[in-house]
């Protein structure tokens, strides 16, 4: 065990990377975040700051020399960063998952060899793939990048072979996944932790809302039969032991209206659907993180009360939100991640709302939203 008092690395230093801190720091650790950007909001509360390129390995080294274990808060590190610091510390979760997760061909196809189900896809390595796709797939169709595509970046709708064409063009002709696209019932993510030793702790379910493939609002407990939502749960599970892995794994998933369950992506880190997990669970995700990458066991997901999340983007800084507003609210819990520069599709920060039901936590979310005119993801 990596007991209070060490030193605890993570590579990238945005929103997840600042609450990992946080937590790490509530429990007594000290951290190192390795990140290129001078007012990294993680980088600035650390104790020490590498300002320098994920691949640099000067950098690289002084992480693993100073850090008992180092984590990542997103997966596109590259792998021959994670694969230099793992002979220097342990990296949890390993760099095996971490490459799964930041290719979708290879994770799609990672899943499917499971025996669980995905969106009915095919592999796009060139534009002469396309049309062998389009044969096997019934439009309406999603292209996809492969890496680096998130909040709705890096992916077109088609319902073309001509359009699919000129998409993939547009997206540099990197290889993609074109992915049929299902109607939906709903989304929903399921958030676990796994331990050195094999513990698996999971959270409740959470109903997911995006507006412009950016997360907007989560809901939990997810409104899902028990059948659905005990189904959701083994898939992720299975996942996370197929991969031994060890860390904070979210796995999302697509409900359709024909009452299919398939998996969407995987993250393996914190994921934006958990913040709720902040107020509203005896443990936080990202003190799960910090337990996990520490050899400890997980601690407690109970669910304190029911919660609905709400995502804060950029739109909203013009020039400054009203939070006198939202402090009206005994109940809602804001939480900002520290960010200079508010942009238009920025995650900016994110408010909990806690109620006794689920139905007065969605309204008091309602309210909070008319007050500072934040735009509201459609059912």
């Known amino acids: 065990m990596i007991l209070p008092g060490a030193t605890l690395g993570v590579l990238g230093g945005g929103q997840l990377g600042r609450m990992f801190v946080m937590a790490a720091h509530a429990m007594g650790y000290r951290v190192v975040v390795l990140d290129p950007d001078p007012h990294s909001p993680a980088g600035i509360i ?4 590498l300002r320098a390129d994920y691949q640099d390995h000067a950098a690289l080294q002084v992480l693993g020399d ?11 590190v590259p792998a ?6 793992a002979r220097l510390c342990p ?16 994770e799609k196809r990672f899943i499917q060899e499971q025996g669980l189900a995905t969106a009915p896809f095919a592999a796009i390595e060139e534009a002469e793939d396309l049309e062998d796709a389009f044969a096997r797939l019934d439009p309406p169709l999603l292209l996809k990048t492969a890496s680096l595509g998130y909040d709705g970046k890096g992916q077109a709708p088609v319902d073309s072979l001509e359009a699919a064409r000129a998409a993939f063009a547009e997206l540099g002709g990197h290889p993609c996944v074109l992915e049929a696209r299902v109607e939906l019932e709903r989304e929903v993510s399921v958030i676990l932790a796994r331990s050195l030793k094999g513990e698996i702790a999971v959270y409740p379910v959470g109903e997911n809302r995006h507006v412009n493939g950016i997360l907007d609002t989560t809901i ?20 996370a032991e197929a991969m031994d892995y060890v860390g904070v794994l979210a796995v999302e998933f697509f409900h359709t209206r024909q009452g299919e369950l398939l998996i969407n992506e995987l993250a393996p880190r914190p994921h934006n659907s958990g913040h709720y997990t902040l ?14 990458m520490c050899g400890l066991p997980p601690g407690d997901t109970l669910l304190l009360s029911p919660v609905v999340m709400v995502n804060l983007l950029g739109e909203l800084w013009q020039p400054e939100p009203p939070w006198e507003k939202l ?3 005994p109940a809602a819990k804001l939480h900002l991640y520290g960010k200079r520069e508010p942009r238009p599709g920025r995650k900016m920060g994110h408010f ?6 689920l139905d007065s936590a969605l309204a008091q979310a309602e309210r909070i939203r008319e007050a500072l005119s934040v735009k509201r993801a459609p059912d």
């Open 352 to 357: 909990n709302c806690l109620a006794p039901e």
């Open 279 to 292: 107020d509203a669970t005896i443990t936080s995700q990202f003190e799960q993180q910090v337990r996990c």
């Open 220 to 239: 939990v407990p997810a409104r899902l039969s028990d059948a659905v939502t005990d189904q959701a749960v083994d898939m992720a599970r299975a996942l």
């Open 327 to 329: 402090f009206a609210f």
């Open 66 to 76: 100073t850090c008992s274990a180092v984590t990542t808060e997103f997966e596109n």
């Open 91 to 106: 990296v949890r979760p390993g760099p095996m998952a971490v490459a799964i997760a930041q290719d979708r061909i290879r």
């Open 80 to 85: 021959a960063s994670l694969d230099y610091l």
């Open 46 to 49: 650390a104790e020490q700051h």
